[in-house]
């Protein structure tokens, strides 16, 4: 149904702000498959939203490899299991060396769902920094 | 057939792979996407050629049916025309039931091929099926790596540009939860303001108690009117 991730992105930037849980949402398109989503004041954490070929992935990237500390690596990825499914709407990730929380959503999820996975994402990602704090530098 | 998540796990260790390089060839989506339509045109003649079998293993049941009717038909016939001394007519029926076990012989053995058919065929079906839904899902987790490989690209030029150079995790935490401090110490403020100034204000509280406030009613307007008129008079 939404096919085009500028459209989308723009439907869920202007819903209602109860429906954006209350915080302001900015994005911008950075190319034709991937949109930038910046959570009022949070710039540090941006939420990437991509089309993939029949999803919606929503990710927001933790911190890289030389923030972990490395003997604490194993207990990290206990932990990060343990949370992955308590954590609401995400799941931990690594992308190449980098560490993250996602979610995935069908093509035709509504700009409400789109909206609920980000802000809820965003909420995750601040509470997953924290939980996993001990194990960075 | 070789598991997808070996394949994509290959594929994803660092080091191996360049950046931006596809995780399956050009060449072996394309050979997979081929092998999909094949498997569902095998899939469509599957099922309309099942829907053939299965109407002549019905008729073909119906034959065997007839016929064994037919012979015991033919028997008791002939069991009759013996009881009443008809011997060349009980003859001919003994032929006939001799021709129709013949004939019942041919029609099951066809109906059992038939039989075995159907059951091949439903396996052809499942086999189909199996291969679409499996070459559907891996092309799917293919196409899907090959999106976040994208986005990682993106999130990597986007987050090494610009001013907000890769901060570590813990001073980004940090600088969120004290800019979110600095708007819930701006709200105290501004509720604080907006009691001073606002509704909570003194004057609004000793207008409250009926004490000073400029709140003139009509009452007490034409009061004083009343008042200046009789201090003229």
Known sequence: MNKNLKELMTQVTTLDDEKRGGLDLSFEIIDEQVAKVTVEDRDELPIFITMADDQLLCICSLFDESQVTPESRMAMFESMLSLNIPMPLSSFAKMDDRYAVFGAMSLNSSAEDVALEITTLSDNSLDAIEALSDYLN | ?233
């Open chain 2, 1 to 233: 057939m070789s598991s997808i998540f070996g394949k994509l796990l290959t594929a994803l260790r660092g080091g191996a792979r360049e950046a931006g390089e596809a995780v399956m060839d050009a060449n072996a989506t394309r050979i997979y996407t081929q092998e999909i339509e094949d498997a569902k045109k095998n899939l469509g003649k599957a099922k309309r050629d099942l829907t053939n079998i299965m109407a002549s293993q019905t008729k073909g049941a119906r034959d065997v049916k007839q016929l064994q009717d037919d012979i015991a038909k033919y028997e008791a016939s002939a069991l009759s025309a013996m009881e009443k001394n008809e011997e060349e007519l009980a003859l001919s029926c003994a032929e006939k039931v001799g021709e129709l076990q013949t004939e019942l012989a041919v029609q099951e053995q066809v109906l059992a091929q038939t039989a075995a058919q159907v059951i091949k065929l439903k396996a052809l079906i499942k086999q189909s099926e199996t291969t679409i839904r499996e070459h559907e899902r891996e092309l799917k987790m293919v196409k899907t790596t090959e999106s976040v490989q994208k986005a990682t690209q993106s999130i990597t030029n986007t987050q090494h540009a610009g001013a907000n150079k890769l901060l570590d995790a813990k001073s980004s935490l940090d600088r969120i939860k004290a800019r979110q401090q600095h708007t819930f110490d701006q709200m105290d403020a501004a509720e604080v303001l907006e009691n001073e100034m606002g509704s909570g204000s003194l004057d609004d509280k000793l207008a409250q108690a009926g004490i000073g406030g400029n709140k003139n009613s009509a009452s007490d307007i034409l009061a004083k009117l009343k008042q200046g008129a009789a201090n003229k008079g």
